[in-house]
């Protein structure tokens, strides 16, 4: 995924992925976790176009 430094700089930055599932899973949305190429942290993204979202159910 392609990240502006902008966006990187705006977003909350969690230092491992389970960190971040741990936050998204808590949330209302469905969220994303990824890696961010910029500051190679982890963020989340409620936008899922492009990406596989595992079916759990
Ligand atoms: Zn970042």
């Given amino acids: 995924m392609?990240?502006?430094p902008g966006?990187?700089?705006r977003k909350?930055?969690?230092e491992t992925?389970?960190?971040a599932d741990?936050?998204?899973v808590r949330?209302?949305?469905t969220l994303?976790?990824?890696k961010c190429a910029l500051c190679h942290q982890f963020h989340l993204t409620s936008r899922t176009k492009g990406l596989r979202v595992p079916r759990t159910i």
Wanted: with cysteine; proline share 0%; hydrophobic share 30%.
């Fill in 2 to 4: 392609q990240t502006s």
């Fill in 7 to 9: 966006i990187c700089q």
């Fill in 12 to 14: 909350r930055r969690y």
């Fill in 17 to 19: 992925r389970e960190e």
């Fill in 22 to 24: 741990a936050v998204a």
């Fill in 27 to 29: 949330a209302d949305v």
């Fill in 32 to 34: 994303r976790t990824y």
